[in-house]
T-cell receptor
Framework: EDQVTQSPEALRLQEGESSSLNCSYTVSGLRGLFWYRQDPGKGPEFLFTLYSAGEEKEKERLKATLTKKESFLHITAPKPEDSATYLCADRGGSNYKLTFGKGTLLTVNP | DGGITQSPKYLFRKEGQNVTLSCEQNLNHDAMYWYRQDPGQGLRLIYYSQIVNDFQKGDIAEGYSVSREKKESFPLTVTSAQKNPTAFYLC??????????FGQGTRLTVV
């Protein structure tokens, strides 16, 4: 059974303190690894899609990378407005099913 | 503006009642999904549909039903058989197996 595990569950940073979030997956035949940001009471907002090991995507202070069994979301010099829950999900096999991890709650203090 | 619209935003259900959550998209996406989110549980897949008139059960389909009569609509019915329906429900859509885009959710509470 496909499993997606995110760590840490919660991360508290000071403004400007860079760090990384981890997402490990077990699906074989990966057809996409997806990162989302979710604010309280809102639907997830799409950030990145990664398809193959070695691929990297960047957007402002965020950079996502992919290896054969893990993905990392690097946050450089975070600001308080980056505080949110970050979710990753994978898709594998022949159907469109997306499997999500439980998320990492990021808090950035000013 | 293109997007996914879920309604209502808040819904209250009495014990033993069926309720239907609406999800409409104007993105011309083929695939649509329903997820349930509980605190500390992440998103769990209820049902998904890859094409009109076809849908598959997800990981927690018991007590739920769906229909997909039109490409742009994928309503979810929470039946009285669902014993713990209080949760945040999210609808999403995608072009084939590409990234999924989400609506703003419906919060269902049993009273």
């Amino acid at each position: 059974e496909d499993q997606v595990t995110q760590s840490p569950e919660a991360l508290r940073l000071q403004e400007g303190e860079s760090s990384s979030l981890n997402c490990s997956y077990t699906v074989s035949g990966l057809r996409g690894l997806f990162w989302y940001r979710q604010d309280p009471g809102k639907g997830p907002e799409f950030l990145f899609t990664l398809y193959s090991a070695g691929e990297e995507k960047e957007k402002e202070r965020l950079k996502a990378t992919l290896t054969k069994k893990e993905s990392f979301l690097h946050i450089t010099a975070p600001k308080p407005e980056d505080s949110a829950t970050y979710l990753c999900a994978d898709r594998g096999g022949s159907n469109y099913k997306l499997t999500f991890g439980k998320g990492t709650l990021l808090t950035v203090n000013p | 503006d293109g997007g996914i619209t879920q309604s209502p935003k808040y819904l209250f259900r009495k014990e033993g009642q069926n309720v239907t959550l609406s999800c409409e998209q104007n993105l011309n996406h083929d695939a649509m999904y329903w997820y349930r989110q509980d605190p500390g549980q992440g998103l769990r897949l209820i049902y998904y549909s890859q094409i009109v008139n076809d849908f598959q059960k997800g990981d927690i389909a018991e007590g739920y039903s769906v229909s997909r009569e039109k490409k742009e609509s994928f309503p979810l019915t929470v039946t009285s058989a669902q014993k713990n329906p209080t949760a945040f429900y999210l609808c999403a859509s995608s072009i084939e197996a590409r990234e999924a885009f989400f609506g703003q959710g419906t919060r269902l509470t049993v009273v």
